[in-house]
């Protein structure tokens, strides 16, 4: 019998072994990678705000930084960071809305980060990032008049949400705003897909840093996320095949 | 100096981060011991982390009023209750107000943008089409067309035959499970890279992802 608590840190640890191997791979050879539109979209959206003089709102839903939850919001985070380094140059400056007070204030260090490494005459506002609500439905509550602003031409969700982030992506289709949503909730995912103009599936915004920045590390993540999904699969069949010769 | 203390921080960081997943993963008792404090320490930051929060929302919402931005008396309504609720949170006489203000106001309110929510998805559904126009989309709505018609119990006919049945729990139980499953491992692989990132210090969350 494997011993599970053994298996998960041979998991971890082979992974990490992989990421630096691939990662050295990639600074001599990079990958290439599968063009996802979304992203495509976001980094189009942010050169637009700068040329226009518009916002680009980011929201990074309630996860909590001390669950799984919140491995969505640092994602979201990454992105953030490489985005808001573009929108500093224009004349408004990127804002975000959290659900979670942890992520609120690493949502203020990476904007007020961006801002200092553009080097820019923007300043950084503490009222760019804003923290509007504890619950689920608050948060939401809070982040719509924050949308409904008249300057802001694109919406970027990405986080964990719950079933009520349709109230949020209904008010960006209302303003004619483009909407990009990603979130690491089934439920989420599923409204987000009905009511938003793009969309990241599954584990897709999980690669906001490796489409968004040239990162050997983030680039070499991918392609264990890769590796790992094969292993499951075959890992999977093989049971499977096992189960029905009876030997499982 | 700054370098200094930026290095210091991916030490403590990467430190703390090695402790906690060795103390989930090994059965030795200073490492079980470590992590517990740690992540005592980590709810207690949370603790604090809420009140920076809540400070943010009052300044946020007091320099709109200040600045008599549209719509600054709902702001002001929302500053005025955020400090009725704290008063009424932190004066022991008036304790049992917070049931009342819980189940009064904050329940109702929440409930309302439900019901509004139900409305909003059923028009974005009706909106799928012109915004994702492929066979995906006819297939997610037919699915959810199929699913809304086997689940719900109608006025004379009760549960539909066939699709409450059959078609619905194949669906739900075949279909969407396995897709279910397919996307939840995606994501907890996701999740894995994630949390080796930050512990290889690639991201840096604490320092504004430098």
């Known amino acids: 019998m494997i011993n599970p608590n053994l298996a998960g840190i041979g998991i971890v640890t082979l992974s990490a072994i992989l990421m630096m191997i691939f990662a050295l791979i990639h600074r001599r050879s990079p990958f290439s990678f599968r063009i996802i539109q979304a992203f495509t979209r976001i980094q189009r959206a942010a050169r637009l705000a700068v040329e226009d003089g518009t916002r680009i709102h980011f929201s990074l839903g309630n996860g909590n930084l001390l669950t799984l939850s919140g491995a969505s919001a640092l994602a979201g985070l990454v992105l953030i960071r490489r985005l808001s380094e573009i929108t500093s140059f224009g004349d408004r400056p990127s804002m975000v809305t959290t659900g979670n007070p942890?992520?609120?204030i690493l949502a203020q260090d990476t904007l007020r980060t961006?801002?200092?490494?553009?080097?820019?005459?923007?300043?950084?506002?503490?009222?760019?990032?804003?923290?509007?609500?504890?619950?689920?439905?608050?948060?939401?509550?809070?982040?719509?008049?924050?949308?409904?602003?008249?300057?802001?031409?694109?919406?970027?969700?990405?986080?964990?949400?719950?079933?009520?982030?349709?109230?949020?992506?209904d008010v960006g289709e209302r303003k004619n705003a483009s909407v990009i949503?990603?979130?690491?909730?089934?439920?989420?995912?599923?409204?987000?897909?009905?009511s938003s103009s793009e969309i990241l599936i599954g584990e897709e915004l999980f690669a906001a840093g490796a489409y968004t920045q040239p990162s050997s590390y983030h680039a070499s993540s991918l392609l264990v996320q890769d590796i790992l999904r094969w292993v499951t699969i075959a890992a999977l069949l093989a049971g499977a095949v096992l189960k029905l010769a009876g030997i499982l | 100096m700054k370098r200094l203390f930026s290095a210091l921080n991916a030490v403590i960081a990467i430190s703390a981060g090695v402790i906690v997943l060795l103390g989930y993963f090994l059965d030795i008792p200073i490492l079980h011991n470590l992590r517990s404090l740690l992540?005592?320490?980590?709810?207690?930051l949370a603790g604090l982390a809420v009140l920076i929060g809540t400070w943010n929302l009052f300044s946020v919402h007091l320099q709109k009023v200040r600045e008599r931005k549209s719509g600054f008396i709902n702001n002001m309504v929302l500053l005025f209750f955020l400090l009725l609720t704290m008063t009424i949170g932190l004066t022991p006489a008036l304790r049992p107000l917070q049931y009342l203000v819980f189940n009064g106001i904050l329940v109702p309110a929440e409930i309302s943008l439900l019901a509004v929510l139900a409305v909003t998805l059923i028009y974005g559904s009706l909106r799928l089409m012109r915004i994702r126009n492929n066979l995906a989309s006819v297939m997610f709505l037919f699915s959810a067309l199929l699913i809304l018609l086997g689940t719900g119990p109608f006025p004379f006919i009760g549960q539909m035959p066939v699709i409450s049945d059959w078609i619905r729990p194949f669906i739900s139980n075949n279909l969407v499970s396995g897709g279910a499953r397919g996307i939840l491992i995606g994501i907890s692989l996701g999740t894995l890279t994630t949390g080796l990132r930050i512990l290889f210090g690639v991201d840096r969350p604490y320092e504004g992802n430098q």
């Open chain 1, 102 to 104: 942890i992520i609120n």
């Open chain 2, 39 to 44: 992540l005592q320490w980590a709810f207690i």
């Open chain 1, 181 to 194: 949503a990603a979130s690491d909730s089934l439920t989420a995912q599923a409204v987000m897909y009905a």
């Open chain 1, 114 to 169: 961006s801002h200092d490494n553009s080097a820019t005459d923007n300043t950084f506002k503490m009222s760019d990032v804003q923290f509007t609500g504890l619950t689920p439905i608050s948060y939401v509550a809070g982040a719509m008049p924050v949308m409904s602003e008249d300057n802001i031409t694109s919406h970027v969700l990405i986080g964990h949400f719950g079933p009520e982030v349709g109230l949020l992506t």
